[in-house]
């Protein structure tokens, strides 16, 4: 039990890279719920595929820090949309789903996309009447605190939102917008903030025993962001990527910087390559740095034997990123923190 403890306190200095063991569940944020579901999955026989999708149903339904599930981050008409992957390491398979409404189980839905589609990616009101053929209930994602949210928002002059070089100001009013008839460039605001806090999308990698390999997120996006908005959650390689032959990863933070990268891919690329998972996550993070120094993310790493790491960029208010990892060197689901780059 010593012997364990003193490991766990080990990996956390050495920047969260491991001693490889399988099964490994790792997941974004201290979604502990989310990662003992999944755990609990894998020790019961159930697929890696498996593992993914109960795991971030878990956040779906336990409505995580309320950016991941119903009731939550509501788009400037007031209303929550949800958008998630699920990738299958052994045949590339994706299923995705962005911009779903009215239905809560998004992560289920991307399931079904795999299974019952030639397709990969729906989209909007569409998605969401296939989820209804596929048997899932047509709900409101609406609650009273997303109701609350918006009002707030409002109120605010509707502050901060996501438009730039339009008029009226989106600094100072609420719109509609249009585009003027001469652009003046603006330096575009860094809300860190509204970054940090609403955008802890649940970013979810399982690796079997055998080495197979299963990735998956689930996400209500960015608070306030325009209607019809599609993160890095639901694209392969941005959100996550799953290649049975290298590793999986997941990223989190501000979608629309990082999904022009497609950090998962590039990390199971580099992995592949040989490189250590937290130096692999590192490189990552280091390579968008070089275009915009103050965004928000964190990338999360595991290779098929196990070893695993983590990594995010350091900006004022987010110094350390808190994941999840359950493997048999941990014993339980198991909180781990990493100090940013």
């Known amino acids: 039990m010593v012997v364990a403890s003193l490991l766990v306190v080990v990996l956390q200095l050495a920047g969260a890279a491991s001693a490889a063991a399988l099964p490994v569940v790792i997941n974004t944020w201290a979604f502990r719920k989310a990662a003992e579901t999944a755990w609990r999955v894998l020790q019961s026989g159930g697929s890696e595929l498996d593992a993914v999708e109960r795991g971030c149903g878990q956040c779906e339904i336990d409505q995580c820090d309320g950016s991941v599930g119903y009731g939550g981050s509501p788009d400037e008409s007031g209303e929550t949309t949800l958008d998630a992957m699920i990738m299958d390491g052994n045949t590339m398979e994706v299923g995705a789903v962005a911009d779903l409404r009215h239905v809560k189980n998004a992560i289920g839905v991307a399931r079904k996309v795999t299974e019952y589609t030639k397709h990969t990616l729906l989209v909007g009101e569409s998605a969401s009447m296939f989820a209804v053929r596929?048997?899932?209930?047509?709900?409101?994602?609406?609650?009273?605190?997303?109701?609350?949210?918006y009002s707030t928002w409002l109120n605010q002059s509707c502050q901060p939102n996501y438009w730039k070089n339009v008029v009226p100001d989106s600094s100072k009013s609420c719109g509609p917008y249009k585009r003027p008839e001469k652009i003046t460039c603006k330096e575009e605001q860094t809300i860190l903030q509204r970054s940090i806090h609403n955008h802890?999308?649940?970013?979810?990698?399982?690796?079997?025993?055998?080495?197979?390999?299963?990735?998956?997120?689930?996400?209500?996006g960015a608070i306030h962001?325009?209607?019809?908005?599609?993160?890095?959650?639901p694209i392969a390689g941005a959100g996550?990527?799953?290649?049975?032959?290298a590793g999986g990863a997941a990223a989190t933070g501000d979608g629309d910087i990082m999904m022009r990268f497609l950090p998962s891919y590039q990390a199971v690329e580099y992995m592949r390559m040989g490189t250590d998972p937290a130096l692999a996550c590192q490189k990552v993070i280091s390579r968008i740095q070089k275009y915009v120094p103050t965004f928000f993310g964190a990338v999360i790493c595991v290779n098929t034997t196990g070893s695993y790491g983590a990594a995010?960029?350091?900006?004022?208010?987010?110094?350390?990123?808190?994941?999840?990892?359950?493997?048999?060197?941990?014993?339980?689901?198991?909180?781990?923190?990493?100090?940013?780059?």
């Not at 596929?134 to 949210?149: H, I, R, V």
């Not at 802890?200 to 209500?220: C, E, F, K, L, P």
């Not at 995010?312 to 493997?327: A, E, L, R």
């Open 134 to 149: 596929m048997g899932f209930p047509y709900e409101d994602l609406t609650t009273q605190k997303s109701l609350s949210a």
């Open 225 to 233: 962001k325009i209607p019809g908005r599609v993160g890095d959650s």
């Open 200 to 220: 802890d999308t649940i970013g979810m990698v399982v690796v079997g025993r055998s080495g197979t390999v299963a990735s998956g997120t689930s996400t209500n």
């Open 312 to 341: 995010c960029n350091k900006i004022p208010g987010f110094t350390q990123f808190h994941f999840m990892v359950s493997s048999p060197l941990l014993g339980q689901p198991t909180e781990q923190v990493v100090d940013c780059i």
């Open 240 to 245: 996550s990527y799953a290649d049975s032959t």
